[in-house]
């Protein structure tokens, strides 16, 4: 059973450009979050999905930032006109329920120049 | 609201020492805690986590947590540290019926030979 898969890896992106970022969560697992970690910080809630839903955006900057979550294919979240703010890593993870133990991707590093 | 504060954002021990890198947490309901560890470049994996069960709970790697009610404290121990536990470790609460993980803001473990 393969583990939460996030792509790229690693994502380089000038200013101005758009950042998309992919999480398939782990077989059966239909709940998907995504985290924020700055450099020398914590993870930091981002936003919450179950299939083709918005659950909690809560944690989203209001501007650029937006996510999804279809009934095929994989969770994306989206950044448009990066800035060297969003350099960072971002972390999806995923549960079977919404108390469930959330599992964690490896994460996409994004870095803006 | 919930909070966690880890102590102490570098921690460094010589190989064969005791590790302990503590955690603090705040919450109005009965918490679950976790511990994960984050290699470099790497994502989260998780160490142990406490559900209300046992107070002493053993995770992977030799590594255990105690819960504190009454410190309200999830300190991490190992009684003799690797060279290959050097690492960044997150302490993180949630709780039953809610799905934001908030995490302390790190501890990186440098282990010395």
């Known amino acids: 059973n393969a583990g939460v898969m996030q792509n790229p890896r690693h994502l380089v992106r000038r200013r101005g450009q758009e950042a998309r970022l992919r999480c398939s969560p782990m077989?059966?697992?239909?709940?998907v979050y995504w985290y924020r970690q700055l450099p020398e910080e914590g993870l930091k809630f981002m936003v919450y999905l179950q299939k083709e839903n918005i659950i909690d955006e809560s944690g989203m900057p209001k501007e650029r930032f937006s996510a999804e979550f279809p009934k095929e294919g994989p969770s994306i979240l989206r950044i448009q006109q990066v800035v060297r703010g969003d350099s960072a890593a971002y972390f999806c993870?995923?549960?079977?329920?919404?108390?469930?133990?959330?599992?964690f991707g490896q994460g996409t590093r994004l870095t803006v120049v | 609201a919930q909070s966690v504060t880890q102590l102490g954002s570098h921690v460094s021990v010589s190989e064969g020492a005791l590790v302990l890198l503590r955690c603090n947490y705040s919450?109005?309901?009965?918490?679950?805690l976790f511990w994960y560890v984050q290699y470099p470049n790497q994502g989260l994996q998780l160490l142990l986590k406490?559900?209300?069960?046992?107070?002493l709970v053993k995770g992977i790697n030799g590594f255990e947590a105690e819960f504190k009610k009454s410190e309200t404290s999830f300190h991490l121990t190992k009684p003799s540290a690797h060279m290959s536990d050097a690492a960044e470790y997150f302490c993180a609460v949630t709780t039953s019926g809610t799905y934001k993980y908030i995490f302390g803001t790190g501890t990186r473990l440098k282990v010395l030979a």
């Open positions: 993870a995923s549960s079977r329920g919404m108390d469930g133990e959330a599992f």
């Open positions: 919450s109005s309901v009965p918490p679950y």
């Open positions: 406490y559900t209300s069960a046992a107070t």
């Open positions: 077989k059966g697992h239909s709940h």
